[in-house]
């Protein structure tokens, strides 16, 4: 199960947001489609950090196999601490034992980030690169 979800959001569409206004593109430049006025540098360079997060998060898969938790938290040396883990929460036991699939939103990864004190981001990565396995 290979990510498949690498996205590219339109810095028009992120500078239209921002702005509340529909913004083009006129030759190199960005402009209100309205008035023509040109976008400023500094909007633009704004609109290209929320641009990349908006994309950072939609490219996450939102589920991986079981196969490719298991193999990704082997790699970083994690696998053992869940099995401990998983002992001494017989609900997150079994979610974990009867899973095919791994899902971002799940109580299971809630748990996993909680007791390892990872952050959401980070555990969007852990998933980009098991997807990979």
């Given at each position: 199960?290979?990510n498949?979800?690498?996205v ?25 489609f309205s ?9 633009i360079?704004e ?39 998983l ?27 909680q007791?390892?004190?990872l ?15």
């Open positions: 199960m290979e498949k979800n690498t590219s959001i339109p810095l028009v569409d992120i500078l239209s947001e921002m702005l509340n206004e529909r913004v083009v593109m006129s030759g190199e430049d960005y402009v209100i008035n023509l006025k040109k976008i400023e540098k500094t909007k360079d609109a290209l950090l929320i641009k990349a997060e908006k994309e950072r998060v939609l490219s996450v898969p939102t589920q991986i196999t079981k196969r490719q938790a298991a193999l990704y938290l082997e790699s970083i040396g994690l696998y053992d601490d869940l099995l401990v883990m002992q001494g929460n017989k609900l997150t036991q079994i979610e974990w034992d009867c899973a095919a699939n791994i899902f971002r939103s799940s109580p299971l990864i809630n748990s996993l980030g007791a390892f004190n952050t959401p981001i980070e555990i969007d990565n852990m998933f980009v690169e098991a997807s990979k396995l």
